[in-house]
């Protein structure tokens, strides 16, 4: 099985790509978004889907990672947490902003926003959470 935050983040990259391919009103904003995402996404799948795996070794489906790496990648996370809420609120500051501006707005637009929202909402919600509480079980490993 893929990693799903992973595979949800090459879905969104797709988005991007098509709507910057069929919004050339909304190029720079796009581009914008792009950029703060690739590197946002990368962040995500370097800190936070490591320590994530750690729930899923615990309960046999994946071979137990090295301690050590585990530990640098819980501290790593609770680093780079605000900065990934920082990242989310300005994509979405900026989708907002050329929703509002658009006058007719390309569904591409309405998708990629739609998907993109749903797609952090999940990870403030759940994973983010989910990620601290692994965190402080890998603390007393
Ligand atoms: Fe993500
Ligand atoms: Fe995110």
Do not use: W
């Amino acid at each position: 099985m893929d990693e799903p935050v992973t595979l949800e983040h090459g879905q969104l990259l797709t988005l991007l790509f098509t709507a910057t391919q069929e919004s050339h009103l909304n190029l720079g904003p796009l581009k914008e978004v792009a950029s703060i995402f690739s590197g946002h996404g990368d962040r995500e799948e370097e800190t936070m889907v490591p320590v994530l795996e750690f729930f899923r070794a615990i309960t046999g489906h994946e071979n137990f990672p090295d301690i050590d790496f585990l530990k640098a990648k819980a501290d790593e996370f609770r680093t780079e947490e605000p900065v990934m809420l920082r990242e989310h609120r300005e994509i979405m500051d900026i989708l907002g902003r050329m929703e509002k501006e658009g006058g007719a707005v390309q569904l591409v637009l309405e998708n990629l926003s739609a998907f993109m929202e749903r797609h952090s909402n999940m990870e403030e919600y759940y994973l983010y959470p989910l990620t601290f509480h692994a965190c402080s079980l890998i603390d007393s490993l």
